[in-house]
DNA sequence: TTGAAAGCGTTACCAA
DNA sequence: TTGGTAACGCTTTCAA
């Protein structure tokens, strides 16, 4: 391994000297820059990042926290990240929580650790108390955070208004019969205040209910667990069986909406002509499927630009303000699978 | 921040015992040991990784680069090392190589830099001999590496196997007008040896065809590029317009394959009725698509296995064997893209 | 404009 | 069984 002495020694200078001359300090003589500059590159001389980070706090690296690598939303909100950080020279490291809380706190636990400037995290099993306690006063951007009163600053993406805006979207395209999937009427009630993802989506779609007139039943808010496409299938499957007229449905993710189509397509139902479904969310399988997927589309790159913004702020101790909360931009995308 | 000297001074021992003792070091005495345990614990003290890995060169975290973070692929192979280094008690993070060389290169100085202490690696535009000279001697294993003579532990996907199986079971399934999409016939010729990706699924369908005695003709290869849905669905437009007879399609990728079915579907081909279409690599996204999509699924708890079996060979330093090469296992799933 | 030297928090050697 | 102490490679203050 070559370090920083090494350079030095073959460029003919003390390791100060050939410190402040790698990272373009004014002070010292252009030559002696570029001999230093020629020397390091001649090594193969690269920087120490434990070394860096141990002695001046920082090494240009930030974490990415997400709940699993391998679904289509975080994956894509990791690399609108990991392309944000780029643009401001630093590097992402992405980490998947698994949704457990042990994977949570031992990821946080590396923040602490010095192995990044700072961290971007989807907290799942969490609360903001034992963030607090385990981040060791690195700074950190929290995203949906749930937390009544927050510690950190927060983005979240458009629940309520991106669900009223889909919901909003059915019924003007002519849909009487509306199901909701996701969540509860029931979770509702005992949540006033500290609402996730899953309840902001009701109350967002509530709204528009009520905006426009509709009757409102709670049966027309179905449970899912988990979020994903074969449970959502298989309550697709469940929804026809049962027999209750249906026009339109929203499932509070795409990868929601896509199981429920494969679910109608196994019964014979189609999608958009005999039920219109729209997600959330926007990922890229939603482009390609057959019918294309409507959905609410957030917008990831200002997602991140928003989360990398005021984590950097954080870090470079521009401000001691109080937590900061932002809403992520999103878009209504009409494709095929509500177009009628 | 709390550090070692705070909590050998709470536990009334020295920072020499209290390291020992918190990594349960043998010499220690019990009582001795529980007492510091206490004091960290009741402290939150979480180990420095940069004096760690500054001091012993290891920290327990495990690099892994991978292309995109946001393509099913790539992203599910993360997800399969991250939770196969968390079996072996370490920590995977993921960093996304974008295909460009800069970035390749800024992210294996990460490696030299101590930010890990080895890491997994698919080589996109950076060759054996650069990757040499930037791991400065980390340990490193490579996917898909297609150096003639090898320099790294590489771990491969079954391209060549995996295709044959794929166009066998096309003409299994009765297919006359076989097209492969994702490289050119010329593309074989002037490549012997340096086999990447696209060569080796080429020479697996050739192999096929042979072996079932299929006319060979070069039309059967059409180049793709970039190898991504849109530019598939594009591509099936063309096929179709062209008016060429064709019955049975095999996509590179299973990404390939979903553009090449709705653009089939674009145009009113059905699939797999007038068109049989399978891909390769088991994207869980084949699954929920209408129709499902047939496949050669590559067994990515097994890839990651070999990979991190490797790796942690040489990074435990019980290797200074000559590069070793292992093939990851796959298998054909048959779904409703190839059904009839 | 450059150099000497002191640390950052940890581990590992050696002595007690 | 424990403690003192010297590194690891870098940055940064202070002197020259």
Redesign the interface.
């Known amino acids: ?2 370090t920083m002495t090494d350079v030095a020694h073959a460029a003919g200078v003390s390791r100060a000297t050939a410190s402040y001359a790698l990272r373009g300090d004014a002070r010292i003589a252009p030559d002696t820059a570029e001999r230093v500059r020629q020397a390091a590159q001649r090594l ?1 001389y ?6 860096r ?2 002695r001046s706090g920082r ?1 240009g ?1 930030i974490g990415v926290a997400i709940f ?3 679904r ?1 939303y975080p ?2 909100m ?3 990240m ?2 944000e950080a ?1 643009r401001h020279g630093l ?6 929580t ?1 949704n457990s809380k042990e ?1 949570e706190i ?2 946080l ?2 923040v ?4 990044c400037d700072g961290m971007i995290f989807s907290p799942g099993n969490v609360n903001d108390e034992e963030i607090r ?2 981040s ?2 690195k700074p950190m951007v929290l995203l949906d955070d749930i937390s009544p009163d927050p510690v950190f600053d927060s983005v979240y993406t458009a629940c309520i208004e991106g669900s009223e805006a889909a919901v909003r979207h059915l019924i003007d395209i002519g849909c009487k019969h509306i199901l909701i999937v996701g969540g509860t009427y029931e979770d509702l009630a005992d949540d006033g205040k500290s609402a996730g993802v899953s309840i902001r989506r009701m109350l967002g779609s509530l709204q528009a209910l009520e905006e426009k007139g509709m009757p409102i039943d709670p049966g027309m808010f179905l449970p899912l667990a988990p979020w994903d ?2 449970t959502a ?1 298989v309550c697709a499957h469940r929804i026809v069986d049962s027999g209750r007229p249906v026009d339109g449905v929203f499932g509070m993710t795409d990868t929601i909406a ?2 429920l ?2 679910g109608f ?1 196994d019964r014979g139902i189609r999608v958009p002509e005999d039920v219109a479904v729209i997600g959330f969310d926007g990922i ?2 939603g ?4 019918p294309s997927l409507s959905t609410i589309r957030t917008d990831l790159d200002d997602l991140a630009r928003k989360a990398m913004g005021l984590l950097l702020k954080r870090i470079d101790g521009d401000s001691d303000d109080a937590p900061v909360r932002l809403t992520a931009d999103y878009e209504l995308v009409v494709r095929e699978s509500t177009r009628r």
């Open positions: 391994m070559v193969h690269t920087a120490n990042l434990s070394a980070s141990l090494n690296v699993e690598l391998d289509p994956s894509e990791g690399a609108a990991s392309r780029a590097q992402a490291i992405v980490q998947q698994s994977s031992s990821i636990r590396k602490t650790s010095q192995l306690a385990l060791g006063g496409s074969e299938r896509l199981g189509i494969r397509a890229s399988e482009e390609c499927f057959i």
